[in-house]
């Protein structure tokens, strides 16, 4: 049974930093995952603001947080990490983890995404 359980978020003030925590269970590290996280705030749709494979690629991110965000993924913990820095208000959402097992490839297509976490939200206030 895989799940998948975020934690970490929170409220913070403009260009403060978290780091997110996403706890994977019955997701086979030992093959190709993508694990990725998406933010979704209130009236817009599903976003992914980056990605990794198990396999060690180097993660990839989209242009509005690249240079923010990093993620990482911790195989011995089954943890999969997402380092925010310099927030902005814009960054304000639900964020959640997700898993494409046993897919050589990572994209930002939410509907390609098997598993899904519920969600932390963080706050980014002004």
């Known amino acids: 049974q895989v799940q998948l359980v975020e934690s970490g978020g929170g409220s913070v003030q403009v260009g403060g930093s978290l780091k997110l925590s996403c706890v994977l269970s019955?997701?086979?590290?030992?093959?190709?995952?993508?694990l990725s996280w998406f933010r979704q705030a209130p009236g817009k749709e599903r976003a992914g603001v980056g990605g990794?494979?198990?396999?060690?690629?180097?993660?990839f991110y989209p242009n509005s947080v690249k240079g923010r965000f990093t993620i990482s993924l911790d195989k011995d913990q089954n943890t999969l990490y997402l380092q925010m820095n310099s927030l902005k208000p814009e960054d304000t959402a639900m964020y959640y983890c997700?898993?494409?097992?046993?897919?050589?490839?990572?994209?930002?297509?939410?509907?390609?995404?098997?598993?899904w976490g519920h969600g932390t939200q963080v706050t980014i206030s002004s």
């Open positions: 997700a898993a494409r097992p046993n897919r050589a490839y990572c994209n930002t297509d939410a509907s390609s995404y098997t598993f």
């Open positions: 019955g997701i086979d590290m030992g093959t190709t995952n993508c």
């Open positions: 990794v494979l198990t396999g060690g690629a180097t993660p």
